[in-house]
């Protein structure tokens, strides 16, 4: 793996924090519509927003269609429908707000390429329990039997173990789709290579001269390039052992290039967290990211002295600094990250951080969602902590993947390991409508709710 390059580039983030505060703001006021409103007509496409939420299963390889206003579930079988490439391995979802198209990424196969499968929404008939979908566009992402590029790691202690959910799957990984604001491009990240891709959701074509984007010492191993609301700023997770940056970019919504800013390291050379899955914007300058890391690996630097366990950063892209405000815990009741946290979210003033067992050397034995109070940003105060057996369904393991609904009143979370897709109602922060496995559901992953920009 290239090493990381420091925080510096010749256009200042500060520069591009002012044209984001700036020009932004009159670009989203003059040039385009109003946003979209966010009442629900949950049974009609007609350009409003969507109370629908899709994922793939890991397992089956079926669709999942989610409405969270009426609790309702529709399993689709995409192999029957005219245009769909095969039996292929699916990976993740992204549904636009209106809810009439469907982003579907594949892995690569030895028959088959990774491909990006845009699906065309009719209708959705929830009552019924039918969709009427059809393929619009198939897009290779590359050739059959490409294999991995992931950096050779090994462990090197008995904390940090090296999983084969994450290293042994040899060939092309498509994950972490996106939206950019106030443009016409889907963003997906290659984790298992150094790509970045680069979609027009208008043609479904990738862009001609941009894609791919590949820029050393950034892109590799990326899990999502996640934008703030005004399209102006992406922050590019490090998905791996050691990756201890967050990459910032700032794209060209007409073009759809993404140019380097910097990269904020989650400590310093001597003890810095690693391995981070998501972001999460605050506002146009605030984000936050949580790293899963327990210890050093083959790939750990010598000048590094220590790895520090999982925990919670805060990110000032103006600055370019990283600031943790949430350490770890040993103690499941603990005021601190007790499993290494995959995704966070913040609505209505409260962080929720998805806690999964996937890193250690004894995988899924549980998972855990937390809540934190988050009056002060600099100081999250713990809430709560919901638990297999008791808030979550027994067996329930590797919370893995939170995707809030537009107006913030719900978490769709979903965990692959353990069969399940929960709604938690944030005003009580309580789970109030259970799919698993009773219904269906094997590996469900890849959770995405219309609206979101991931």
Known sequence: MNLKKKWFRDVSLA?????????????????HPAALPTYQYPDVYNSYLQPVATAIDYHSGMVYLFNYVNDKLIIVDPTDLAGWPGTVPLQHTLVFPEGDKIFITSDNTAEHSAYIIILKVNNIDWDAGAASLAVEAVIAADSPGTPTEFPFVEPVNNVQAIPNWLVGRGTTQIHGPTL???????????LTSDRVRVVNHKTNEFVSGVDPIVIPGYTEQTHGINFNKSGTIGLGTGYFFDNSVIDVYKPNRETGELQTIGQIKLGNEKHHAAFTHFVYWLDERYALTASMQFDKTSLTPATTSQIIPPSIWLLDTLEGTAVRILKNTNNSNGNGVFRSPSDIAVVNGKLYIAEEDSLDYTFANDGYISVFDLTDRYKPRFLKRLKPGRELPTGYAV?????????????????WVSGYVLKIDTETDTVVRVWGPNDGLIKPHGIHTAGGLR
């Open 180 to 190: 950019l604001p106030y443009s016409d491009f889907i963003y997906l990240t290659e």
């Open 15 to 31: 520069a591009a924090c002012v044209f984001s505060l700036s020009s932004s703001a009159i670009l989203a006021e003059d040039n």
């Open 399 to 415: 919370a893995h993947t939170i995707s809030p609904t537009p107006d913030h009143r719900y978490l769709i979370v979903a965990s």
